[in-house]
C-alpha cells in the first residue's frame, strides 16, 4: 500500500500541472512584482476568520512581510495588527478602506478574505492597482461578477489564486490521476453531498444598532441597504442572498471543483435542474436553502448536488463527499480520503477493480499559499486555481440556486451571457450596485 502510494503521489505533481493550459499572452509573462526576487509584501483585506487564517499561511514563508491590514470593524482591525505585531515584531499599515491600502505602492500582493458580495470590487480595483491577489472562494456572489473578475486578471496581467485549496491537496491530485486513467470504467454519474447545519440553526432576531467602530456602510458596500442585524453580518452572511448562497456557495465550490477537475469539464453543463428550500428549519433566520437537489446534465454523465437539513450524517458514513460511479466500481472522497468500493464481476468470482484508500496529508491550504507564493516569483500565471478556475466554479454553483431560486430547468449560454428563453433567470445573473459603487466596466 505505501508503495502504491508513493507512486500515485509522485506523479500526481505531473498530471496535475497538465490539467491547466494556458491562457495567457506571452507578453504578460515578463511582468514582475515590485518586490520581486527580493521580499513580497501582502496586504489583507478583511481580517476576521479565513483571511487571517491565509496570512497565517503566507507568514510561514521568510520572504513575506504583511505591511497592510485592512477591515471595517476598528476592533478586529486592530486586534489583529497586536497580534502581527507580537508574532512578526512589525507594524502593520492600519486601513478601514481598501482603495487607500492599494494606493501603497510597495504592495506586491493582496489577500481578499471579505465576505462573497465584496470579492469582485476589492478584486478588480486591486487587478488595476497592479497587485497580485489570493482571493476567497467563491470569488464572487453573482455570475457576471466572474467575468468581469477574469477579464481584469487578464487586462491587467495579475497573478491569481483562488482559495479553493483542495486543488493543491496531495490525495485530491491522486484521486484527479485515478479517475484519468479510466480505471473505474464509464463514470455516468458523480454524487456530491453536504449535510451541514451551521448557520440554519437560529431563529431570527430584531435588527441592533450598528455595533461601535463598526463602518456597516462599508460592510454593506456595493449590496442593496438594509438595516444592521447581527445575524447577517461577521460569519452568517452566507446565508443571505445579498451577501452568499447558502451552502452552495460555501461548501459547493469547493466539492463541485473536484468533481469538475477529475471529469475534466471546463464548460458549462447541458441543463441544469434544482429543488430546495427551507424544510428542515421553515422558522429560522436564514434565506438561503436548508435543503437542496441539483442536477447539472451532460452529455452522457449527471453530477447531483444536494444538502439535506437537519441532518450531519451521509452517504458512506460521511456528513460531507462525494461519490464517482463508474462501471467497475466506485469512488469515494472528502478531505480525509478517498477509497475505492469495487464492483463485483459475477463470471470470474472477484471484485473487479482492487480495493484501494489513500489518506490525506491536511497540508493543502499551506501547499496552496506556496504555490501562489512561487507563481508569484516566477510569475507564472497558472496557479494551481487560477481565477478561470475559481470562475467556472462559482458559476456552477451560482447556476444551482438560480435554478432552485427559479423553478425551472436552466440551460446557461456562456457565450451570450444569458439562459435561453428563461428572463426570470436572467435577472439573477448580474447585480445592480448600491449608489455609489459601480459594477467593473472591465
Ligand atoms: N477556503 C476556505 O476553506 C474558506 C473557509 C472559510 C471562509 N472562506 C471564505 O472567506 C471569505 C471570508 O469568510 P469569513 O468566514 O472569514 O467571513 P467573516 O465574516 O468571518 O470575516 C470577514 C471579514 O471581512 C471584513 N470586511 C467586510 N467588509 C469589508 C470591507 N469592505 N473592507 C475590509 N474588510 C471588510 C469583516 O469585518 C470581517 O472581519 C468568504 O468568501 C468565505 O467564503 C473560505
Redesign the pocket.
Known sequence: MGTRRQFIKTSAAAVAAGLTSSVWGESLLNLQPSGANDKIRVGL???????WSNLTDFLLHKEVECIAL????SK?LHERAAELEKTTGRKPKLFAD?RKMLEMKELDAVII????H??CLQFTDACSAGKDIYV???IANYIAECDVMVNAARKYGRITSV?Q?QRSGNHWKTMVEYLQSGQLGTVACADIWANFNYGALSLPVSNTAVPEGVDYE??Q?PAQARPFNPQHF??S??MFWAYGGGLMT?WGVHLLDMVLWGMDIKHMPKRIVGLGGKFAYPDNCPETFDTLKVTYEFDSFLMNWSNVGGTETGPYNRNYGMAFKGTNGTLVANRDNWEIYPEWDGKNKRNKIESIKVEADFQDHKDHVSNFLACMKSRDFETACTIENGSLCAKYAHLGNIAARTGTVLVYDDSAKHFINNAEADKYLRPSYRSPWQFPNV
Open positions: 483585506i478583511g481580517c476576521r476568520n479565513m483571511g485592512c477591515d471595517i470593524d478586529i481598501y478574505g471579505t465576505p462573497d465584496w470579492h476567497e472562494k467563491p482559495g485549496q462599508m460592510w458596500g461577521h460569519g452572511w452566507r460555501d
